[in-house]
């Protein structure tokens, strides 16, 4: 293992490997260490959804993170695509916001107004129209709102499409590398700690550990809100006719694919064990059928489980960990992070080559979520 390098960052997901692309494009010397496989986490399980009007209600700091981050992908796909040959499955099938219960469409409709501030092409359809476009939709859905914009990206080949690309421009990758503790000397850091007991010696570290960053964290004697939502996924094969667009029920999403469509997600508060159950599959399974009864014949393919790293507000943690002179951390993406995770790594590069926070990233700092005497303890 190279033992210096200008920037160590633990955790080889999305975030991890966006900054390690973004730094050695400007050619930064940059490791990546990741406890377990490429992707193995929360990003490898994502289902890909590129549809940033779910989290949103109207303009603001997450509004405008959310839509720039999404508007990377055209031209970013184009060239990790050809930077790699790896294929992302980057599809603008557009995305359908449904209510089934009539008494629900005027909260759909509140949120529809909320919307329209933030310019993307929006359409309010009946339930008939809605069934013009997706003809296999629910008999009982009764509105939606029709965002064509909209899309999709296959999670864990872009995590590995970041990563490899990072690598053919030098970067250095480690799988299977733990890191166990940190090496300070005042309020630096000077290296991290392999379980394998190596030290990796650096001039900054980040910590891009997604759900675990709070255990990571206590290497710094900094408590941070981040924890682990778990959540269930599976894939049902398409049927015949296969469905086009991205569709949302309330409580669940179907992503479509060329054979397959993904069923999405469980929300369980949990501890960090990963699980598939039988009543998760069974809840993802009736809620599909719920929304398109043509999927009742459709034969289960996979199920699979991710943690996403949640915050108490619902936005991430990027930038300096306060009090420490050389250590930033970008983390607590929680359902956001592939939509995201191109714009962080820009952003964190920006950071760490030119000193200067991007404004696009500011209302996201550390500050905002530690009591305010942890900031003048050091
Ligand atoms: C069910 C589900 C569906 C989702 N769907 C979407 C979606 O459609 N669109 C979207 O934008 N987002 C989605 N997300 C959210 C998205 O997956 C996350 O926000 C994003 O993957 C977070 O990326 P990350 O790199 O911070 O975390 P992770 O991918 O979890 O990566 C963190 C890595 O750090 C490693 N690590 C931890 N501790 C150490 C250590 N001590 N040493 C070395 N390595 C360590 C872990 O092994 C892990 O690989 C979904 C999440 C889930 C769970």
Not at 105 to 129: C, F, N, Q, V
Request: hydrophobic content about 40%; glycine content about 10%.
């Amino acid at each position: 293992m190279e033992t210096t390098t200008d920037v160590v960052i633990v955790g080889g997901g999305v975030i991890g490997c966006a900054i390690a692309y973004y730094l050695r494009k400007s050619h930064v010397s940059v490791t990546v260490v990741e406890r377990g496989e490429i992707g193995g986490q929360a990003s490898g399980a994502a289902a890909g959804l590129l549809a940033p009007l779910g989290p949103l209600s109207g303009p603001g700091p997450l509004a405008d993170f959310l839509l720039a981050g999404c508007a990377l992908f055209p031209s970013l796909v184009q060239t990790l695509e050809a930077e790699t040959s790896l294929q992302l499955g980057y599809r603008q099938t557009g995305a359908l916001r449904t209510v089934r219960n009539p008494k629900r469409i005027a909260h759909l409709k509140k949120r529809y107004t909320s919307w329209l501030p933030l310019g993307l092409e929006m359409h309010w359809l009946s339930g008939d129209e809605a069934r013009q476009l997706e003809p296999q939709l629910s008999p009982d859905v009764c509105a939606t709102v029709y965002a064509p914009a909209e899309g999709q990206i296959r999670a864990p080949q872009l995590v590995l499409a970041f990563a490899q690309a990072a690598r053919q421009q030098g970067a250095i990758i480690h799988p299977h590398t733990e890191i166990v503790g940190v090496e300070t000397t005042g309020t630096s850091v000077t290296g991290v700690r392999t379980a394998q007991g190596d030290v990796l010696r650096c001039h900054t570290l980040i910590v891009a550990t997604g759900s675990w960053a709070a255990l990571c964290a206590q290497w710094f004697h900094v408590s941070l809100p981040i924890r682990p939502l778990h959540g269930q996924l599976i894939s049902l094969q398409q049927p015949s006719p296969p469905l086009q667009h991205i569709i949302f029920g309330e409580a669940a999403y179907l992503v479509p694919g060329a054979d397959t469509l993904i069923v999405g997600a469980t929300r369980e508060e949990t501890d960090f064990q990963l699980a598939v159950t039988e009543e998760g599959i069974s809840w993802l399974q009736d809620t599909a059928r719920r929304l398109v009864p043509t999927l009742a014949s459709s034969e289960r393919t996979a199920a699979w489980a991710g943690l996403r790293p949640k915050t108490p507000d619902h936005q991430p943690l990027l930038g300096p960990l306060p009090g420490w002179q050389n250590v930033l951390l970008a983390a607590g993406h929680n359902s956001i992070g592939i939509m995201t995770g191109a714009l962080t790594g820009q952003s964190i590069a920006t950071l760490l080559t030119t000193g200067q926070m991007p404004q696009i990233i500011r209302p996201f700092s550390v500050e905002r979520v530690l009591p305010s005497e942890r900031l003048f303890t050091k």
